[in-house]
């Protein structure tokens, strides 16, 4: 492995480490809102990831000057990448907004954003659900 | 950058997590300059910062501000999460390095974009060309996103004040 291809890749790497970082969070973590932090920043080094795709060494940012007279030995980095973060990250947002939209709506309903807790609700509700269902079908009264 | 995600992960305030994150978009934005992107760089610090911050400020108020510890064991998140990471950086191995100019994302559509937009469109933004113009359709789909997640946040939230007032008068005739 030769230091030339090293410090090229480092950046990817250094990205996938971010990318790992921010995925944990939302895996490990029970709170909700921690939760959409996490996705918040998988989706950042996944944008980062993008644009330095579209890096090119000796480049400068894809403006020509204003009187569009353009020189033809001026590097410029690659455009399409930008542009496609620039809809993700509008879209990031919306989809942000829908999460966290849904976590007071939760909130509301069961008066916690914790993992745990909700589980162990649902868990109730439905011991219950089947406890009337069983009952009509002229079953056992299930556990206790 | 890294610093700042792994503070992210040991915080239990979620007032300073959500800060936190406010931080990393902004250190995101500086890089996203250095990589020669500063239209992605201002909507990142703008949109990313400043709306996501306001918002997830907003879910707190209404929500709690502290985050109770968890019961279950990190392992399997942690073997989970290593062994992605390890597929994903041997899947960078045959990358092109950073900044290769011979690399393929630089040699097809890319130059195509960067070539043709001065007589085409003649913007001197080739971001704004290939956006508004080139690719119009994806920030077409990009508004009906938008606008899809609008009326789903709203139809979540409008009840809350009217729900609200109906607990109150049930509490107060009960």
Do not use: C
Request: hydrophobic content about 50%; cysteine-free.
């Amino acid at each position: 492995m030769t230091s030339e291809f090293f410090f090229g890749h480092l950046n990817y790497w250094l990205f996938i480490i971010l990318m790992m970082t921010g995925l944990y969070i939302v895996v490990a973590k029970g709170n909700l809102v921690k939760k959409i932090v996490g996705l918040n920043i998988f989706q950042t080094s996944v944008f980062m990831f993008y644009i330095s795709i579209g890096n090119v060494t000796g480049g400068t940012a894809p403006i020509f000057p204003l009187d569009m007279k353009i020189d033809p030995d001026v590097i410029y980095s690659n455009p399409l990448p930008h542009v496609l973060i620039l809809t993700a990250i509008v879209v990031g947002v919306a989809t942000t907004a829908l999460g966290l939209a849904l976590i007071v709506r939760i909130r509301e309903e069961f008066g916690t954003i914790e993992e745990d807790a909700l589980l162990e609700l649902e868990h109730e509700i439905a011991r219950k659900v089947s406890d009337q269902h069983g009952e009509a079908m002229g079953g056992r009264h299930s556990g206790d | 950058m890294v610093l700042t995600a792994l503070a992210v992960v040991r915080m239990r305030s979620l007032f300073a997590v959500v800060m936190l994150s406010g931080i990393f978009t902004l250190l995101s934005a500086l890089l996203f300059v250095t990589m020669d992107a500063v239209d992605v760089a201002f909507t990142e610090a703008a949109v990313g910062a400043g709306i996501t911050t306001v918002l997830m400020l907003g879910t707190l108020a209404l929500t709690s501000r502290h985050e109770r510890p968890t019961a279950r064991s990190p392992l399997i998140p942690l073997f989970v999460v290593f062994v992605t990471g390890a597929a994903l950086i041997y899947g960078t191995m045959d990358m092109p390095n950073f900044g290769d100019p011979t690399a393929p994302a630089q040699t097809h559509v890319g130059a195509d974009y960067i070539a043709r937009t001065p007589e085409e469109i003649d913007l001197p933004n080739m971001v704004t060309a290939v956006l508004a113009s080139y690719r119009g359709y994806d920030t077409l789909g990009e508004v009906a996103v938008v606008f899809t997640a609008g009326i789903g946040v709203l139809l979540l939230i409008s009840g809350l004040r009217r729900r609200r007032r109906k607990d109150e008068d049930n509490e107060g005739s009960a």
